[in-house]
């Protein structure tokens, strides 16, 4: 499935005309494409918007080709999605220790499901703080609720 990964990705970003150097599948807990280009700023777009919508037409084509199971990837443009990734959980980090020092809950900002995710395993094995999402639509996010820690006397 790798390689007909990389000849779709391969082919789309060709079409819709775009420059890359180089392009990997790596697979493991997620498959990630990830593209080397000359030209970030024109794949990545204005926040991110760009990529979003190559992902979402890209996941689109292999759902119908290869069905649903096989669309479980993620294009990342010169390290982007993990940087955007790795904000999320500092970002959900500082949020957290807020909730142990006040000892209640935190709302986050609305986020995307797949940063939403990201939260979740981040704090899956705490002991203190359990996730939640909450609300609807654009307005979806996650609610990190303090826990009293049953290691404490």
């Not at 777009?45 to 759902?63: D, K």
């Not at 909730?99 to 939260?119: G, T, W």
């Not at 359990?130 to 979806?140: I, L, M, N, Q, V």
Request: aromatic share 6%; net charge negative.
């Amino acid at each position: 499935m790798e390689n007909k990964l990389h000849a779709l990705v391969a082919e789309l970003l060709a079409k819709l005309g775009f420059d890359f150097d180089s392009l990997e599948v790596k697979a493991g807990h997620r498959t990630v494409v990830e593209v080397k280009s000359p030209d970030p700023g024109h794949l990545i777009g204005p926040r991110g918007e760009h990529l979003r919508s190559i992902n979402t037409l890209a996941r689109r084509l292999v759902e119908q080709k290869h069905g649903e199971d096989a669309a479980n990837f993620l294009i990342d443009v010169n390290g982007y999605h993990e940087q955007q990734m790795e904000r999320v959980r500092a970002g959900a980090r500082m949020l957290a220790q807020r909730a142990r020092l006040f000892k209640h809950d935190v709302e986050m900002a609305p986020m995307s499901p797949y940063e939403r995710l990201v939260v979740h395993e981040l704090f899956a094995g705490d002991p203190e703080i359990s996730t939640e999402s909450a609300g609807e639509g654009k307005f979806r996010h996650i609610v990190l609720k303090y826990r009293e820690s049953v290691l404490q006397n």
